[in-house]
């Protein structure tokens, strides 16, 4: 498979070497580049199998506009850019491409979401109320995460309340998220801390790998990370 990795931070050069380790043929563009989405051009597109990227908010939604015009496959582990999900979608849809996207590609985090979805319906009715709090390396632009974010969103929808998070930024921490549900009378706490990005990695080349089968659409993370 032909991979085209937008992004050379941290987690974009490991989303390189574990494709590559998986013996994918890899290319790499960093922001300098392809400044604007300027490198991405219709010829250059086709030349790859699947898009991924890990580069900024900033950058994201002119990488996706470029190639989801072309008709390309985007796996996006950028964050920071939701409220423009429905426009990208409908890029999606009109140009039959396919985009996967998601907050977190580990495997863990995806079991985290689902366990507190498990907690929060066990503790809703007996007097907790719910918090979150996250911290991340000290260069991660968006705040909160977009995981942690994605969390008082699966605990918002079974106990149909709003969940304050609290977002800290320092060193280089991978990421550590925490649920809190907190009584009158005692606390319980649902952590995930990540030892490193290659968790993040693994995932985003396990999710490319299964994209470049799938049919043209959209697609969350969280719905079909037990196929990939």
Known sequence: MRILVLGVGKTGKLVAEVAAQRGHSVHVLDAKENKDGAALTAPFVAGFDVVV????????LTNMRACLATGA???????????????????AERRD????????????VQKLLALAK???????DAGY?????????????????????????????VTGKAVPVEATRTGDVAGVHALIATSDSDS?????????????????????????????????????????
């Open 97 to 108: 491409a396919a985009l996967l996207y998601g907050t977190n590609f580990s495997l863990g």
């Open 53 to 60: 990227d890990f580069t900024t908010p900033e950058a994201v």
């Open 188 to 228: 319980i706490t649902l952590t995930h801390e990540s030892a490193s990005r290659l968790p993040f990695a693994e995932g985003a080349v396990r999710a490319a790998e299964w994209l470049i089968k799938a049919k043209p659409g959209v697609y969350d993370i969280r719905e079909v990370f037990d196929k990939l």
């Open 118 to 124: 498990y907690m929060a319906a066990s503790l809703k």
């Open 129 to 157: 109320t719910f918090s979150i709090a996250e911290t991340h390396h000290q260069s991660k632009l968006d705040a909160p995460s977009g995981t942690a974010l994605t969390l008082a969103e699966a605990v918002k929808s």
């Open 73 to 91: 496959k985007m796996v996006i582990g950028t964050t920071g850019w939701y409220d423009k999900l429905d426009d990208m979608r409908s890029l």
